[in-house]
């Protein structure tokens, strides 16, 4: 019972992670075709008549500007400097070498637990990246250990830099007294990362328990239809990259 859970608690956060690609992708989109539109009125062009074999397509979410091939689409100094943080959410990997992939750092610092969730969370989103806990500590655990330590010995608790009850789990890479602080940050991995691999990953890919797809995909279940046919519905109507074998191991769950 308890793996099941740990399963579902972990397809929610997968499927909250990819409506809010989604979502971000429509929003860049958006914001894309808008900053066009400006320079083009800006600079006195017919955004409904101009066309060429070059020109990027701005409705597309994954294009960036500053990558097409007309130089004259490329965005100025000005612009990259006014635009927010949000408005460059497509980066997703820099200084590839090989088959390793540099990401761009972590927020370092946190006041709380949740926090540090929200903004992980995003940080996967953003950055391509599925990230898991390796192993945590209580903050029982903690405090018991810094207490046997010989600098608190003989010293009340509130002498102790203890670690407070709510910050619990507690991690000593990221926990401080006043928040929670990453200690040490590796940002390269030993293999490339893209979109396509991020949307591959079990988590990722899978339908989770509290997809809008679920009441088909029972009602599938249900009246006994083949693997193939839930396989379909799910590719038809979704951007889940589910596999023979995910609907073959769901199928006795659904």
Known sequence: MADQACEEEEARTAEAVRRASVEASRTRAEKSRAMKIGREEKEGVDVSTESGPNEATTADASTDIQHSDDGDEREDEEDSASASEEEKDEVVHSDTRGDEATVPSFQTDHKTWALFDESLQEYMR?????????????????????????????????QIPLVPEEMNPCQRRWCEQRGISLKREVYRHNHPISSDIYMSYPGIRQVSSRSPLMPGIELLVESDATKS????????????????????TRSPVW
Do not use: F
């Open 126 to 158: 953003r950055t391509k990246q599925v990230l898991v806990v390796r192993a945590t500590v209580s903050a029982k655990r903690r405090n018991q250990d810094l207490r046997k330590q010989t600098r608190y010995q003989g010293l009340p608790d509130s």
């Open 229 to 248: 046919s839930i396989y379909d519905y799910i590719r038809r109507n979704s951007d889940h990259r589910v596999t023979m074998d995910d609907v073959r």
